[in-house]
């Protein structure tokens, strides 16, 4: 079985892929990911209209404050409910990229396939995704991120950390992030 919850990059191609195991459905993963309230707890401030949790079709802008003033773009280039989301990619002073992020039905978790984690807060956080049962699979794809492709890596592993978190309803403190993030860096590039 492979590991799951890891993020890996090729500086080279400019990608990141970022595999993670959820023990939730997939309606419930992609609430998590596309509705207003679930993403300020996990990536940014949601601006504007936004209804990707709605039937989207290719078109549909997503704004999102990352704070200090970085709010990143998205369009969506294709969405099929509660399974795939396409979106483009525009930050602050980067190079346009695109997201790409599939969820697929999983089967049991194996407890040996888990990863051991350190870092007791990175543990904690893994321990309040709730790693048990059966879920869903999330495979991550960030296309065209240039030399920034590990710290891409970090981020969304850290990002994704914060989700998993909310979604078990214990939520991880966003004025922690940093931190979080700091220790997500040295547990993969010690």
Do not use: K
Request: hydrophobic share 45%; with cysteine.
């Amino acid at each position: 079985m492979p590991i799951l919850n890891l993020a890996t990059h090729d500086a080279d191609r400019g990608t990141v892929a970022v595999r993670w195991r959820f023990d939730l459905d997939p309606e419930m993963v992609w609430t998590g990911l596309t509705d207003p309230v679930w993403l300020r707890r996990w990536l940014g401030t949601p601006l504007g209209g936004f209804a990707v949790g709605e039937p989207v079709g290719p078109g549909g802008t997503i704004r999102l404050d990352h704070g200090d003033g970085l709010v990143q773009t998205s369009v969506v280039r294709g969405c099929r409910l509660w399974r795939h989301l396409e979106v483009t990619w525009a930050f602050p002073g980067e190079p346009l990229s695109v997201v790409d992020v599939t969820l697929e039905p999983a089967g049991p978790i194996d407890a040996a396939a888990r990863p051991f984690v350190a870092d007791p807060v990175l543990a904690a956080a893994g321990e309040a995704a709730g790693a048990t049962a059966s879920g869903t699979d999330l495979t991550l794809s960030h296309l065209g991120v240039g030399a920034q492709a590990r710290e891409y890596a970090i981020a969304w592993h850290t990002h994704l950390l914060y989700l998993a978190a909310a979604l078990r309803a214990s939520p991880m403190p966003l004025d922690r992030f940093w931190e979080v993030h700091e220790r997500v860096a040295r547990a993969y590039y010690r």
